[in-house]
């Protein structure tokens, strides 16, 4: 079982940064693949970015839209997976979620919401 609780979710302008957290408990969290989805109004869930399980290489990957403006790191001692992201845009305003193991048999965060707005 892993139990996963986000934050640093809030309202910035346009061009603005923020900078999720996501912090694990429960079973070690670095066996897992991690990941970012997001979930805007009237829309399904996508993915955002994920990073491979440790003995994978710890391998990282972004959704075309994001690329180049946000960046998926951790901190396996604190058990943390985080989302940097900059030049964030309206079309970026969603409810992001935090993931480990896979979106179908995984586990999830309740979600942070990130509104871009000026």
Do not use: H
């Not at 957290?21 to 070690?28: D, E, L, M, P, T």
Request: charged share 15%.
């Amino acid at each position: 079982q892993v139990q996963l609780v986000e934050s640093g979710g809030g309202l910035v302008q346009p061009g603005g940064s923020l900078r999720l957290s996501c912090v694990a408990s429960g079973s070690i969290f670095s066996t897992y693949t991690r990941g970012w989805f997001r979930q805007a109004p009237g829309k399904q869930r996508e993915l955002v970015a994920y990073m491979t399980n440790e003995e994978s290489g710890a391998i990282t990957n972004y959704t075309d839209s994001v690329k180049g403006r946000f960046t998926i790191s951790r901190d396996n001692a604190k058990k943390a997976l985080y989302l940097q992201m900059n030049s964030l845009q309206p079309e970026d305003t969603a409810i992001y979620y935090c993931n480990a193991g896979g979106p179908s048999l995984g586990y999830w965060g309740q979600g942070t919401q990130v509104t871009v707005s000026s």
